[in-house]
T-cell receptor, first 109, second 114 residues
């Protein structure tokens, strides 16, 4: 079966760095996406990885290791507005997205 | 319209009733999707359409139907609603299903079936 695993909840302090991990087992791999979802709102796109390595975009970076079935999202200089759920999704061999349940990130002052 | 819209924003529905959730995008995206999001679960794909005139079944299609008569609209119909269909429904679109483009999401419809 297809499976995406992420921690359910994480807590971090404003100004700090947090790493959210995602492991996956899917039928085929055609890229991995990270989305941010604030409570009561729609998911919004953060990053896309299809090759191994690190993609940096401002305060956010995403890493992929295809051989390990592993990705992480790194958030630096945390701000209160970063409190949200972070969703990991893998595009499978049918080009459909398989979604993890999301990681709720709580930022404390 | 700017982006992707959904209607209604929320709805309370009696079990057994028929309901159509509307989704419209003005980005000329070829591919469109319907997901449901339930607490503790990831987004689950109900139906998708890679291009106007074609549709396909996702992970949880039972009890739902879709049509794609044109590029912009992708309505989702619940033929006879049941309480287990209580959920938040998101419509999404992307330029092309086969390439590395992100999906854009509508604001969602919160549906309660009693």
């Amino acid at each position: 079966g297809q499976n995406i695993d992420q921690p359910t909840e994480m807590t971090a302090t404003e100004g700090a760095i947090v790493q959210i991990n995602c492991t996956y087992q899917t039928s085929g791999f055609n890229g991995l996406f990270w989305y941010q979802q604030h409570a009561g709102e729609a998911p919004t796109f953060l990053s896309y990885n299809v090759l191994d390595g690190l993609e940096e975009k401002g305060r956010f970076s995403s890493f992929l290791s295809r051989s390990k079935g592993y990705s992480y999202l790194l958030l630096k200089e945390l701000q209160m507005k970063d409190s949200a759920s972070y969703l990991c999704a893998v595009r499978d061999s049918n080009y459909q997205l398989i979604w993890g349940a999301g990681t709720k990130l709580i930022i404390k002052p | 319209i700017a982006g992707i819209t959904q209607a209604p924003t929320s709805q309370i529905l009696a079990a057994g009733r028929r309901m159509t959730l509307r989704c419209t995008q003005d980005m000329r995206h070829n591919a469109m999707y319907w997901y449901r999001q339930d607490l503790g679960l990831g987004l689950r794909l109900i139906h998708y359409s890679n291009t106007a005139g074609t549709t396909g079944k996702g992970e949880v299609p039972d009890g739902y139907s879709v049509s794609r008569a044109n590029t912009d609209d992708f309505p989702l119909t619940l033929a006879s609603a049941v309480p287990s269909q209580t959920s938040v429904y998101f419509c999404a679109s992307t330029i092309s299903a086969g390439e590395g483009h992100e999906q854009f999401f509508g604001p969602g419809t919160r549906l309660t079936v009693l």
